[in-house]
Nanobody, 121 residues
């Protein structure tokens, strides 16, 4: 129903920056909100940031001040700008189409293919 195509994987040195993108297609009218998750080796998948149709955002505490989520409604695309990257940010990052109610994001069934982000020391 909703397809999510991610782009922007890469390798970056600690302190560097990287921008991820996720373009939605299909039944995009049904999307309430978009979010970014990440999963490091041996770790649980965790929410990084989310943005509602109205522009409200939330961030995981460890990413506040370094990561910024944004969107381009005309392109049905959501972005994740990552600055001051640390080796512990190394993970596979996933785009998700879900719902954002008040300050809480709920993941939906549509996921991007995953983008490997590696931060070297």
């Amino acid at each position: 129903q909703v397809q999510l195509q991610e782009s922007g994987p890469g390798l970056v040195q600690a302190g560097g920056s990287l921008r991820l993108s996720c373009a939605a297609s299909g039944s995009t009218f049904s999307i309430n909100a978009m979010g970014w998750y990440r999963q490091a080796p041996g770790k649980q998948r965790e929410l990084v940031a989310a943005i509602s149709n109205g522009g409200s955002t939330n961030y995981a505490d460890s990413m506040k001040g370094r990561f910024t989520i944004s969107r381009d409604n005309a392109k049905n695309t959501v972005y994740l700008q990552m600055n001051s990257l640390k080796p512990e940010d190394t993970a596979v990052y996933y785009c998700n189409a879900g719902a954002f109610y008040s300050s809480t994001y709920y993941s939906g069934g549509s996921w991007g293919q995953g983008t490997q982000v590696t931060v070297s020391s």
